[in-house]
C-alpha cells in the first residue's frame, strides 16, 4: 500500500498535515536507516573474511620465509620448474622432500596472488598434513603433492563462500570425500582460490575478495568459475588444482589461462561436501575435475583418486578404477570434429586451433570425419539454459538476499529478477529483432511445474540418444571441438553467459570433456576479427568480438570430448594432441625451416 493509499483510508477533518507529514518523513528515515544497518552488516562480514584471507597470507609469508632461512640451499627455481609426474616420483624416491616442496609453492603461491588476488584462504592445517603424509607407511601416487582447491570444495575448518555473503561463518565440519581421497594419496591441499560470486558466471570477481585477474594478461579475466585456480596454476603458484564445472567451468579457465583441464562424467569423482547455490538442480550435470599444465598431470590425478578410498567413501561413484590399456594405447582413432557451432560464431583463432590440430591428427594416421551437433538452439536454450534455471532462477536469487551484487554479475542478475510476465513480453518484443536473445530471455521463465520438469528430464535423456546415435553412425571414438577463447576482457563474460554454449553441450549430454592449449592468438588473427559479425549480428555478437580483442600472443585452446565413462580414452585422445601440437611448436627442423606451417610457439 503506497502513502497516498492511506492518506485516503484517514477520516477527513482529523488529520493534521504536519503530523502525516512528520510521520512520512519519520518512516523513509526509518527505511533508510534500517537499509543502512542491513548494508553496514554485509560490510562487516565482507572486511572479517578479508581479515581473516589476509592473517593467512601472512601465515604463508611466515611459514615460508622460517623454512628459507632454516634451508637456504633449497633450489626453489628446480622444484618449480617440474612437471607433476616427475615432481611425484622425485617425492616418492626421496630425492625431493615434501616440505621443501611445499614451503616452495606457499611462497610461490603468495607471490602470484599478490599479483593476480586469486588465493582466498591459507589451509594452515597444510603442515600438520606434512607431518601426516610423512608418517604414512605407504606412499601414495600423490605423496606430498601440494595441491590447491576451488573454494566451495569443502576443507573441514574452512568456509565454503561461493562468493556470497549468505555462506560466509558457515565452517565445514569435515572434510569433501575429494579432499579427503586427495590426503589419502598423499596430497597436501594448501590454499582455497578465488571464484565469481554465486559461481554462475565464468568472470572471477566478487565483493568479498575481489577480482582475480589473468597473469598472462592484467586487462583479462582468468575466466571461471575456477577462475582462482586458472590464475594459481597459470602463474606458477600451483602444481595442480581442482574446480568444478557445469557450464564450462574447469575448461574456460583452462582455456583462458593456457591450462589442460577435465571435466570428468557426472559421479565419475565424488560431489559429496561440495557447497551450491543451485542444489537441488539435475537437468545439467555439475561435475568436479582436476586442473594442471599438462595431460599426464591430469591422468595421474584421476589414476590416483579412482581408488578404493573413494569407492568406500562415497559408494555412488561407479567402482570403475583408472584404465592404463586405454590411456596408453596408441591405435589410430576415428574422430569426429567442427570448427563451429551455430550458436556463436567462433573467434578467427578457435576456428583456427581446431582446423590445425585437425591437420595435425590427419597428418599422425587418425581419421577425421565433419559433425554438426544437431538442434544446437534448441540445447542451449530449452535444454541448458531452460534447465539450469528451471526454477526461474529463485534458489539462485535467494542466495542473493541480504547481498549486494557485484558489478561484473549486473547484467546476468537483473534479468534473472525480471517478473515472469516481463520476460515473456520483451521476449515477443525482440524475437522479430534479436530472436536468439528473446528465446534465452523466455528460457529463463524455467518450466513452470513439476509436470513440466519431468518433461524436460525425458527431452534431455532423448537428445543424449539422439547425439549419441549420430556418433554411432559415424563410428566415432572421440570428438575435437572448439574452446571458447582467448580469455575475455574482464567484464565481458557476465554479458556473455550464452557464449558457452561451446562447453555446456557436453554438460547437457553429461559427456567427459577436456580442454588444452595448441596455439596462441596472431596478428593475423587479430586482424580477421575486425571483420567478426556472428551468427545474428545482435548485440551478443557485437559484445564477443568486443570480448577477445587485444589477445595477441595469448593461448588457444581446442576441446576433447568421449562418451560417457570414457575418461581414459578422452584423456589419451588430449595426449596425442598436445604430443602433435608441442612437436609442431618447437619450431622447424634444419630440413624444413622454410616450412610456413610450422608456428614458432612456446605454450
Same mark, same amino acid.
Given at each position: ?288 575435475? =582436476?586442473?594442471?599444465? &599438462?595431460?599426464?598431470?591430469?591422468? *595421474?590425478?584421476? !589414476?590416483? $583418486?579412482?581408488? /578404493?578410498?573413494?569407492?568406500? #567413501? ?58 554438426? =551437433?544437431?538442434?544446437? &538452439?534448441?540445447?542451449?536454450?530449452? *535444454?541448458?539454459? !531452460?534447465? $539450469?534455471?528451471? /526454477?526461474?532462477?529463485?534458489? #539462485? ?207
Amino acid at each position: 500500500m503506497v502513502w497516498a493509499d492511506l492518506w485516503l483510508l484517514l477520516p477527513e477533518g482529523e488529520v493534521d498535515p504536519r503530523a502525516m507529514a512528520a510521520l512520512l518523513c519519520g518512516s523513509a528515515a526509518a527505511v533508510l536507516a534500517l537499509r543502512w544497518v542491513g548494508q553496514r552488516r554485509i560490510q562487516e562480514k565482507m572486511e572479517q573474511a578479508r581479515r581473516t584471507r589476509d592473517l593467512g597470507l601472512e601465515r604463508m609469508e611466515k611459514v615460508a620465509q622460517r623454512f628459507k632461512q632454516q634451508n637456504p640451499r633449497i633450489q626453489a627455481g628446480h622444484i618449480l620448474s617440474l612437471p607433476l609426474v616427475e615432481l611425484a616420483e622425485k617425492l616418492k624416491e626421496g630425492s625431493l622432500s615434501p616440505e621443501s616442496v611445499l614451503y616452495t609453492y606457499i611462497e610461490q603461491a603468495l607471490e602470484v596472488t599478490r599479483e593476480v588476488n586469486c588465493v582466498t584462504d591459507f589451509m594452515q592445517g597444510c603442515e600438520e598434513q606434512l607431518r601426516e603424509v610423512q608418517r604414512q607407511k605407504e606412499r601414495g601416487l600423490l605423496y606430498g603433492v601440494p595441491v590447491s582447491i576451488k573454494d566451495h570444495i569443502g576443507c573441514k575448518g574452512h568456509v565454503s563462500t561461493g562468493g556470497l555473503v549468505q555462506f560466509l561463518g558457515r565452517v565445514e565440519e569435515e572434510d569433501s570425500v575429494i579432499v579427503q581421497v586427495l590426503k589419502r594419496q598423499g596430497a597436501i591441499p594448501f590454499v582455497k582460490t578465488n571464484v565469481p560470486q554465486s559461481m554462475i558466471n565464468y568472470d572471477c570477481s566478487n565483493l568479498i575478495f575481489g577480482q582475480t585477474v589473468n597473469p598472462l594478461n592484467h586487462k583479462k579475466s582468468p575466466g571461471g568459475s575456477s577462475g582462482g585456480e586458472g590464475a594459481l596454476i597459470a602463474g606458477g603458484g600451483s602444481i595442480l588444482g581442482f574446480g568444478t564445472d557445469v557450464a564450462g567451468s574447469i575448461r574456460l579457465p583452462s582455456s583462458f589461462c593456457g591450462l589442460c583441464g577435465l571435466k570428468p562424467t557426472g559421479f565419475r569423482l565424488s560431489i559429496q561436501g561440495l557447497t551450491s547455490p543451485i542444489a537441488g538442480m539435475k537437468s545439467v550435470t555439475g561435475m568436479v575435475g =582436476p586442473m594442471a599444465r &599438462d595431460v599426464d598431470s591430469l591422468a *595421474l590425478c584421476m !589414476r590416483a $583418486l579412482l581408488c /578404493d578410498d573413494m569407492f568406500r #567413501l562415497d559408494p555412488t561413484v561407479p567402482p570403475l578404477p583408472f584404465d592404463e590399456e586405454v590411456y596408453s594405447s596408441s591405435a589410430p582413432l576415428r574422430i569426429g570434429y567442427y570448427d563451429g557451432d551455430g550458436y556463436f560464431q567462433p573467434s578467427p583463432s578457435m576456428r583456427r586451433a581446431v582446423q590445425e590440430t585437425r591437420k595435425l591428427l590427419q597428418e599422425a594416421g587418425h581419421t577425421l570425419i565433419p559433425f554438426t =551437433p544437431p538442434r544446437i &538452439d534448441y540445447v542451449v536454450d530449452e *535444454l541448458f539454459t !531452460r534447465g $539450469l534455471f528451471s /526454477d526461474g532462477a529463485a534458489n #539462485l536469487l535467494d542466495k542473493f538476499k541480504g547481498d549486494i551484487v557485484d558489478p561484473n554479475l549486473k547484467s546476468q542478475i537483473s534479468s534473472y529478477r525480471l517478473p515472469t510476465l516481463v520476460k515473456r513480453i520483451l521476449a515477443l518484443i525482440l524475437k522479430p529483432v534479436y530472436p536468439r536473445i528473446a528465446k534465452d530471455l523466455n528460457a529463463l521463465c524455467g518450466v513452470g511445474s513439476a509436470k513440466n520438469l519431468w518433461k524436460h528430464h525425458v527431452a534431455v535423456a532423448a537428445y543424449r540418444t539422439e547425439f549419441i546415435a549420430k556418433w554411432r553412425e559415424l563410428e566415432l571414438n572421440v570428438m575435437l571441438c572448439p574452446a571458447l577463447g582467448p580469455a575475455f576482457n574482464k567484464g565481458y563474460p557476465g554479458k556473455l553467459f550464452a557464449a558457452s554454449s561451446y562447453t555446456n553441450l557436453y554438460n547437457v549430454l553429461n559427456f567427459p570433456a577436456g580442454v588444452l592449449p595448441v596455439t596462441v592468438v596472431t596478428e593475423a588473427d587479430e586482424e580477421e576479427l575486425k571483420n567478426y559479425r556472428g551468427h545474428y549480428s545482435d548485440p551478443w555478437d557485437k559484445r564477443l568480438r568486443e570480448a577477445v580483442e587485444g589477445a595477441v600472443g595469448l593461448p588457444v585452446a581446442v576441446q576433447c570430448v568421449a562418451l560417457p565413462w570414457q575418461e581414459e580414452l578422452c584423456l589419451r585422445f588430449m595426449k596425442e594432441v598436445e604430443t602433435l601440437a608441442r612437436k609442431r611448436n618447437v619450431g622447424p627442423t634444419d630440413d624444413d625451416e622454410d616450412d610456413d606451417d610450422a608456428d614458432d610457439l612456446d605454450l
